[in-house]
């Protein structure tokens, strides 16, 4: 069966340290897979997304993540993090059962300490 | 700027009044969904529409319906809305397979 998981529900950064957020897939074949940021309140914003070719996608916010197939994973990083990047964080991975559906982990929250 | 927009961003609703929601694009993309999220849990599919073809998730539950009169618009209706249909309903939209673009959101209050 297709799944994603998010193994940290919640991670704490302090300002300016470097950040990854886990995510690994069970998938069939290769799949698209995404990152969103979401803030309170608000929708879903694609902070980038790996179709195929480089395996190092890079994306809005200074953000980047890496597919690795031998791990199924496709872990997001950032450098050096900011106070306003303090939100919920959600990977997401498909096409599910032939569809136009997409699988959504159950998101990180990203605490971000001054 | 393209963009998928969702009407109202807070709706307070009675217990068992019907509701609507609406979403509108500007996208011109052909595929547009509806999801629930809840607190502090992921986005769950309802339904979703390809083109003009209807898609329910088999776990929806039948009090959730939805309208796509055009290519630019989709509706959710709640024809008997619950305490536990209070919830986040996000709007997306996108053009096959190739990712969603959300909208902000309507948050449901039923009282």
């Known amino acids: 069966a297709q799944s994603v998981t998010q193994p940290d529900i919640h991670i704490t950064v302090s300002e300016g340290a470097s950040l990854e957020l886990r995510c690994n897939y069970s998938?069939?074949?290769?799949?698209?897979l995404f990152w969103y940021v979401q803030s309170p309140g608000q929708g879903l914003q694609l902070l980038l997304k790996?179709?195929?070719?480089?395996?190092l996608v890079q994306g809005i916010k200074g953000f980047e993540a890496e597919f690795k197939r031998s791990q199924s994973s496709f872990n997001l990083r950032k450098p050096s993090v900011h106070w306003s990047d303090a939100a919920e964080y959600f990977c997401?991975?498909?096409?599910?059962?032939?569809?136009?559906?997409?699988?959504f982990g159950t998101g990180t929250r990203l605490k971000v300490l001054a | 700027d393209a963009m998928v927009i969702q009407n109202p961003r807070y709706q307070v609703t009675q217990f068992g009044k019907p509701v609507t929601l609406s979403c509108s694009q500007t996208?011109?993309?052909?595929?547009m969904y509806w999801y629930q999220q809840k607190s502090s849990q992921a986005p769950k599919l309802l339904f979703h529409?390809?083109?003009?073809?209807?898609?329910n998730e088999a776990d929806t539950p039948d009090n959730f319906q939805s309208r796509r009169p055009n290519t630019s618009f989709c509706f959710l209706d709640i024809r008997s809305p619950g305490l536990g249909d209070a919830a986040m309903y996000l709007c997306?939209?996108?053009?096959?397979?190739?990712?969603?673009?959300f909208g902000s959101g309507t948050r449901l209050t039923v009282v």
């Open positions: 529409y390809y083109d003009k073809d209807f898609n």
């Open positions: 997401a991975v498909g096409p599910s059962g032939g569809t136009y559906k997409y699988i």
């Open positions: 790996y179709f195929s070719g480089d395996t």
């Open positions: 998938y069939g074949a290769t799949p698209y």
């Open positions: 996208l011109n993309h052909n595929v």
């Open positions: 997306a939209t996108s053009r096959d397979q190739g990712g969603y673009t």
